[in-house]
């Protein structure tokens, strides 16, 4: 096998932040992915059409500038607030959203305004429900302990399902055996996605050796055991579960610190958009179904939105590649290293 040709993939979670480093940081995905559902936890945060229409303008802007990326289509996701009305949810529907984000209450990076509990958003949700708009969760409790946090919002969702018998919902980057276990437990309604750090690495990434903040992320990277479960769904085909990178970028100046008593420490996020594809080609590889990588990347999320495939082709070749050692100021994921794929459009793609 010297190359895989897929149809061009969807990233259906993605943080490109705002500012001068956007434009570099979007390019970065724009070059592999034809699309990419963009995270609305910015600042401000986007939860109005004013907002979500301006931050789509200056992505749109930011790819247009190199005739590489210029095709790209962002799709956006709107953050849910306290208090969330259906007038807003419905002009934001209009405004194009494709989903509106649950970030509970201090999960993750630019949450603290999220919410504290369903309850705290139920007009927005039933008007999510009527309008056929999906929800995007975080599914953490952050009051728990680290590594049991995405444990502990599984009963939340199962309310969130029973509540709202209609409303599609996508748990965002999955990252423990029990959510899987749950997961099959749910109706077809209820998806989830997978990144690639959480489907290839575990915490010894992390802290194994040294401290390493590029490897640091919300949910955190977990156990082997943890790992093996999302590798053997992953695997499997399972339409319910596609790709969604979390890709992440913080500065390194963020990331590296220098730290001080009481913080603010390393932010959570791992800028693994530039290595993605060629990890994916290679994990599929490994496994021995590398037929079903494109589903995984280019099928399974779109159809879970409702949208057409994308229609231009990627190649993935058996040929070393090499992760930029440093992007507008963060450290991708792997920076510097060699991968054993390299992505490679087609023409007219
Ligand atoms: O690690 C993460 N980083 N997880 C998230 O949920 C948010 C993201 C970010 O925005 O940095
Ligand atoms: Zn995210």
């Not at 996701?77 to 807003?88: H, N, S, V, W």
Request: glycine share 8%; proline share 9%.
């Amino acid at each position: 096998m010297e190359f895989i040709e897929i149809r061009r993939p969807d990233d259906f979670h993605l943080h490109v932040r705002q500012g001068e480093p956007m434009a570099y940081w979007v390019r970065a995905s724009a070059r592999d992915f034809a699309r990419a559902l963009i995270m609305p936890n910015t600042i401000p945060p986007a939860d109005s059409p004013e907002r979500v229409e301006a931050y789509r303008a200056a992505i749109l802007a930011a790819v247009r500038e190199d005739p590489e990326t210029a095709g790209f289509t962002p799709l956006m996701a709107f953050k849910i607030m306290p208090g969330m009305g259906a007038e807003r949810v419905a002009g934001l529907k209009a405004a194009g959203c494709l989903a509106g984000k649950y970030y509970p209450a201090g999960a993750t990076t630019n949450s603290s305004d999220g919410l504290s509990s369903p309850a705290a958003a139920r007009e927005a949700l039933l008007a999510m429900e009527e309008l056929g708009l999906p929800l995007s969760i975080h599914a953490e409790l952050p009051e728990y302990f680290v590594l049991d946090r995405e444990k502990a919002f599984l009963p939340t969702i199962e309310r969130l399902s029973r509540d709202y018998p209609k409303l599609r919902i996508v748990i965002e980057h999955l990252s423990c055996a029990e959510s899987l276990e749950f997961l099959r437990s749910m109706p077809e309604r209820v998806c989830a996605t997978v990144t690639v750090h959480h489907l290839l690495y575990t915490m010894d990434e992390t802290m194994g050796e040294g401290l390493n903040p590029h490897f640091f992320c919300k949910p955190c990277l977990k156990t082997p055991r943890d790992r093996q479960a999302l590798q053997d769904a992953v695997l499997s085909g399972n339409p319910r579960i596609f790709f969604g990178s979390d890709s992440a970028p913080h500065a390194l100046s963020k990331k590296e610190g220098p730290f001080s008593l009481g913080g603010p420490y390393a932010p959570g996020g791992v800028f693994s958009a530039p290595a993605a594809l060629p990890l994916l080609a290679a994990f599929f590889e490994e496994g021995g179904m590398l037929s079903r990588l494109e589903n995984f990347t280019s099928a399974f999320g779109a159809a879970f939105y409702g949208l057409p495939r994308n229609s231009g082709r990627l190649r993935l070749v058996k040929r070393d590649s090499r992760v930029p050692e440093e992007i507008a100021g963060a450290l991708p994921m792997l920076a510097g290293r060699q991968l054993p794929f390299d992505v490679e459009r087609k023409e007219g793609a």
